[in-house]
């Protein structure tokens, strides 16, 4: 006969590691997903016009195109440039987080 306690375990276990599996592919596709405009205008901070300015120097993210009448911008991409930014607080330069 089976230990009921040995049941509870296994059962435990098994959905201790469906919610890992699931929360590995949640991070994965929210890693890997394209931000739009919006989006980055909100993460960022800037308007589209600084955005589009900064884009055109070399000195944000290029857009990608996603089809024939929408773009969007990597989000691993624009979190890198937002890390590798000075942040001025109280005329005090910071290295951002």
Do not use: C
Not at 18 to 26: D, E, F, G, P, V
Not at 54 to 73: C, T
């Amino acid at each position: 006969m089976i230990d009921p306690e040995y049941k509870y375990i296994q059962k435990y276990t098994f959905y201790i590691r469906r919610k890992q599996t699931m929360a590995t592919a949640i991070n994965n596709q929210t890693s890997n997903r394209m931000l739009r405009s919006r989006e980055v205008v909100n993460l960022t901070g800037l308007s589209k016009t600084t955005l589009w300015r900064l884009e055109n120097a070399g000195d944000f993210p290029a857009r990608k195109k996603l089809s024939v009448g929408a773009v969007g911008w990597s989000l691993l991409e624009v979190e890198e440039w937002i890390s590798g930014r000075d942040i001025i607080v109280s005329g005090v330069t910071q290295k951002a987080h």
